[in-house]
């Protein structure tokens, strides 16, 4: 008769084989997480909103250290959208908290890590009291050379195009720049993701099928993996999964196959 000691070692092992198959083959440099399904994970459990969301900030937790330690370039996750300002007042009062408990509980570990912590989006809607620690941790933080950590938060991928039109019809205005200078280079210049590279992978949580407005000038050619699994569920073992399946993707760009 099996034990749940017996159960845990079958786990692990189980883990660390699926660890070593993902880092024999070449990693994506960048993953983008749509995280998913906090409110359905609560209603199953006959809790409030609230704890889903809790429950979640403990699954970022866990998969940014799992990306870390893999070695991935970048992570980027759709923490709070521009349209998630909609939602009943007291919901957005707990997130903006769980924000601030993010940013002040994981100061030491991002630090420590060298990892290069950003924000994207209307970060001028964000209050005080997340602005505040965000952009301090992000200056703290921008000389480390592990991975690139970044936060979309109050972001609509519409509303970036639309700010990057905006920025680059102004330059041209002024006569910094012509209109025959305007290529995807620049135009990918202007968006406030210009510093990384454009994601390779893009995970989303809870099965839904749809971008929701999540980089939609950045992921043209990504890969996506849709897992039903709720975010506050998903763990280094899921992050694993997606990558391995991304793994065995052949990726065209467009051309041809090779032969």
Not at 65 to 80: D, S
Not at 101 to 117: C, H, K, P, S, W
Request: proline share 4%; with cysteine.
């Amino acid at each position: 008769m099996s034990t749940s000691s017996d159960t845990d070692r079958d786990s692990a092992l189980a883990l660390a084989d699926l660890r070593a198959r993902v880092l024999a083959r070449p990693l994506p440099r960048h993953v983008a997480i749509i995280m998913d399904g906090n409110g359905r994970w609560a209603a199953q459990r006959g809790l409030p909103r609230t704890e889903g969301h809790r429950a979640g900030s403990e699954s970022m937790k866990a998969v940014t250290r799992a990306a870390r330690r893999l070695g991935v370039e970048a992570l980027t996750v759709y923490a709070f959208s521009s349209q998630n300002w909609l939602r009943p007042p007291g919901e957005v009062t707990a997130l903006m908290d769980l924000l601030v408990e993010y940013i002040q509980g994981e100061r030491a570990e991002v630090l420590d890590n060298g990892i290069r912590l950003r924000a994207i989006g209307d970060l001028t809607r964000l209050p005080r009291q997340v602005r505040t620690p965000l952009e301090e941790l992000c200056l703290a933080s921008a000389g480390g050379r592990g991975m690139a950590l970044t936060l979309a938060l109050s972001y609509g991928g519409r509303e970036e195009i639309l700010a990057a039109t905006r920025a680059l019809v102004e330059s041209a205005a002024r006569g910094e720049i012509r209109a025959s200078d305007i290529d995807e280079s620049r135009f990918s210049r202007a968006l406030w993701t210009r510093e990384l590279p454009d994601p390779d992978l893009v995970i989303r949580t809870s099965g839904e099928r749809r971008l929701s407005n999540f980089l939609l000038w950045q992921i043209a050619y990504a890969e996506l993996f849709i897992t039903d699994i709720l975010w506050p569920d998903f763990r280094e073992a899921d992050l694993l999964a997606a990558i391995a399946d991304f793994q065995l993707r052949d990726r065209r760009f467009g051309k041809v196959a090779a032969k």
